[in-house]
């Protein structure tokens, strides 16, 4: 009576792990072959890639080696369907289907393969969204810095863009001065040069995007019209230096008129050069400090750099509007090139009166540095 009692609870326990098998979720991974076991499925496809588009999409995938598939079926949401035929050369290989008239949004895409009779393959499963209006319409166009004119040309100067952004870039369309309509793309660069453009002319842009790398459509902002005097910023306008005087420096090379004072008599053919012939100075203990003899607004700074040796390639710049109280800008650089003027725009404008060179680096192994022409400017 005990064995058979033992029996009747084992024999229990094995029919509820067999109820219990046939309610789990995991039927529906399977889902495909029970309506019919003894069905001969066709092969399904493999390697599934999903691109997006606007109000369509791509999907392309490899489609299997077995001969009978015929067709593709493309199922998403409550009611979308797409066909396709595959005809022998897409045996094995990869395909591409476009598929449109998708609505906007994100949809799970099942993908199935069927042979000539009607048969399906067990289905396959790529989840992607769909780009549209709604999309396009919260795209922000690029931001402009500031516009500049060279002689016919209008420099455009966009604020910079990161790198991992979905911008492509930006077209702009504007009126020469031959009163033609010009077309120019700008990449990801910050400059847009818009060539011979017609004065007192607006000019209208769009920014296009691409939401990932294989999307299989651009989008556009929304177009936006410019007036180019709303941005424009004009050449700058130098100080004059006529009641400037050095105010302190840490040397100067008396052989050959090597003063300080060179730095700011407006010929670029005169030098300061800290002291050499005797008892140097050494980097990095150099600097020089200008008193313009009245407090300025000040956008930037221009330098112009002696012929030869001895050029500065780093220098520090402080300003101060007592002479007590200074500010460090931080440390800019100069290229090696002679004689021109080199500028250097500040992010805001500054007030000040005093401002101080202090080189750190030179082009060469010269250990004291020279400068021809130092100045300030505005717009």
């Known amino acids: 009576m005990k064995v058979l009692k033992i029996e009747l609870q084992y024999l229990l326990f094995v029919l509820a792990i067999v109820l219990f098998s046939r309610c789990t ?13 003894e069905k001969a499925y066709p092969g399904k496809v493999d390697s599934i890639v999903f691109k997006p588009g606007k109000e369509r999409a791509a999907i392309r995938s490899l489609i299997s080696t077995d001969t009978r598939v015929a067709k593709m079926e493309i199922s998403w949401g409550q009611n979308g369907y797409f066909e396709a035929d595959i005809i022998p050369e897409d045996i094995a290989n990869y395909k591409e289907v476009l598929i449109p008239e998708i609505g906007e949004g994100t949809y799970t895409f099942q993908v199935r393969t069927l042979d ?51 911008l492509l870039g930006t077209i702009v369309s504007y009126e020469n001065l031959e009163g033609e309509t010009k077309e120019v793309f700008t990449g990801i660069l910050d400059q847009t040069v818009l060539e011979n453009f017609q004065e007192n002319s607006n000019f209208t842009f769009q920014t296009i995007f691409k939401p990932t790398s294989i999307a299989i459509d651009t989008f556009y902002a929304a177009t936006q019209n410019i007036n180019p005097e709303d941005y424009l910023i004009s050449d700058p306008k130098l100080y004059p230096k006529e009641n400037w005087n050095i105010e302190d420096f840490s040397s100067e090379e008396p052989n050959n008129n090597r003063l300080a004072n060179r730095l700011i008599d407006d010929d670029v053919n005169t030098y300061w050069i800290t002291r050499y012939s005797n008892n140097s100075t050494n980097y990095p203990d150099h600097y020089i400090t200008i008193d313009m003899n009245e407090v300025l607004e000040v956008d930037g700074f221009y330098f112009a750099q002696k012929n030869g040796d001895r050029k500065i390639r780093e220098f520090e710049l402080h300003i101060s509007e007592d002479n007590e109280t200074w500010e460090n800008l931080g440390l800019f650089g100069l ?10 725009e500040l992010d805001e404008q500054k007030s000040l009166r005093y401002f101080k060179i202090v080189p750190t680096a030179g082009h060469d192994s010269k250990q004291q540095p020279g400068l021809a022409e130092a100045g300030a400017f505005f717009y």
């Open 116 to 166: 000539a009779d009607g048969n399906h393959s067990v289905r396959s499963e790529v989840f992607g969204r769909v780009y549209g209006a709604n999309y396009e319409s919260n795209l922000n166009n690029r931001i402009i810095d500031n516009i500049r004119k060279q002689e016919d040309d209008l420099l455009v100067n966009w604020i910079p863009e990161s790198i991992d952004s979905t």
């Open 335 to 344: 290229e090696d090139i002679g004689l021109e003027y080199q500028y250097i």
């Open 25 to 37: 979720p995991i039927d529906h991974h399977y889902s495909d072959y029970l309506d019919n076991s």
